[in-house]
C-alpha cells in the first residue's frame, strides 16, 4: 500500500490535502511532533480532524517524547498510531502500558524505529502490533534521501518478524519502491514527493500504480517455474 505523507506546520495545510486525496487514498499518515523528539513543531490539537471524510482513514505518526500524552483523546477518524520505540528507552515499563491504552480504544497499533534503533529488545511488544515503521531516513522533516542500510534492517526484521507488516517511512521515490517491495516492504509513506507535488492526486496514482506493478512482479518471481 502506498500511504500519502502528512507533515504540516497548520492544520490549513492538513485539512487541504485531506481534502484533495480524500476518496483517492485509503490511509494517509499525519505527522505529529512536539519540537523535543525532533527539532520542527507540528499542532498537537487533533480534534478539528472530526467528521473529516470518512472515506481516508488516518494513521498518526507520533514524533514526540510521551506519545501517550496525545493519545487520550483521539477522533473517530484517527484509526491507528505509530509511536516511536526511542520515546521509550527510558521508561520500558510505560511502553507496554502504552499499547494497552491503544488497544482499549480500539487502535490499531504500530511501533516505529528511527534507523539506528535496534529492535530486538522490543521483541514482546512487536508481537502486540499491528505492523511496525522501519525509519528509512533521520525523522524531522521531508524531502530527505532515502538510507539504503534500511534495506538491510528491513531483511533481518522480515527474518525475525514473518508475520508483522512493515511499512518504510521516508526518502520513498519512483527509483527505489520496486526494491524497497523485494525486501520485504508491505507498505511505503510517501512524504514531499506526493504532499509537496502540483498534483498530489496524479503524484499518488503514480506511486500505486509503481507499487502494484512491483509486487505483480516479485509475486511471479517467486512462484515455483512449472515447466521444469
Do not use: W
Request: glycine residues 8%; proline residues 6%; charged residues 20%.
Amino acid at each position: 500500500m502506498i500511504i500519502p505523507g502528512i507533515f504540516e506546520d497548520n492544520q490549513e495545510g492538513v485539512l487541504k490535502l485531506l481534502t484533495m486525496l480524500a476518496g483517492v487514498a485509503k490511509v494517509v499518515q499525519l505527522d505529529i511532533a512536539d519540537g523535543l523528539f525532533v527539532p520542527r513543531k507540528t499542532f498537537t490539537d487533533l480534534g478539528f480532524l472530526s467528521g473529516h471524510n470518512p472515506q481516508t482513514t488516518i494513521q498518526l505518526h507520533l514524533m514526540v517524547q510521551k506519545p501517550e500524552a496525545y493519545s487520550m483523546f483521539l477522533p473517530k477518524e484517527i484509526t491507528d498510531v505509530c509511536a516511536h520505540a526511542e520515546s521509550f528507552i527510558y521508561r520500558p515499563l510505560c511502553l507496554g502500558e502504552y499499547y494497552d491504552l491503544l488497544k482499549s480504544k480500539g487502535k490499531r497499533r504500530g511501533i516505529c524505529f528511527n534507523p539506528d534503533t535496534g529492535f530486538e529488545e522490543f521483541a514482546q511488544v512487536i508481537k502486540q502490533c499491528d505492523y511496525v515503521q522501519l525509519m528509512s531516513v533521520y525523522p524531522g522533516d521531508q524531502g530527505k534521501a532515502f538510507l539504503a542500510s534500511t534495506l538491510t534492517k528491513v531483511r533481518g526484521f522480515k527474518k525475525s518478524f514473518p508475520d508483522t507488516p512493515i511499512q518504510l517511512d521516508g526518502g520513498i521515490a519512483l527509483d527505489n519502491v520496486q526494491t524497497a517491495v523485494e525486501v520485504g516492504a508491505n507498505s511505503l509513506v510517501v512524504g514531499s514527493r506526493i504532499a509537496k507535488s502540483p498534483d498530489p492526486v496524479k503524484a499518488y496514482t503514480e506511486f500505486v500504480l509503481k507499487f502494484d506493478h512491483a509486487r505483480r512482479d516479485f509475486y511471479t518471481s517467486s512462484q515455483p517455474n512449472l515447466h521444469h
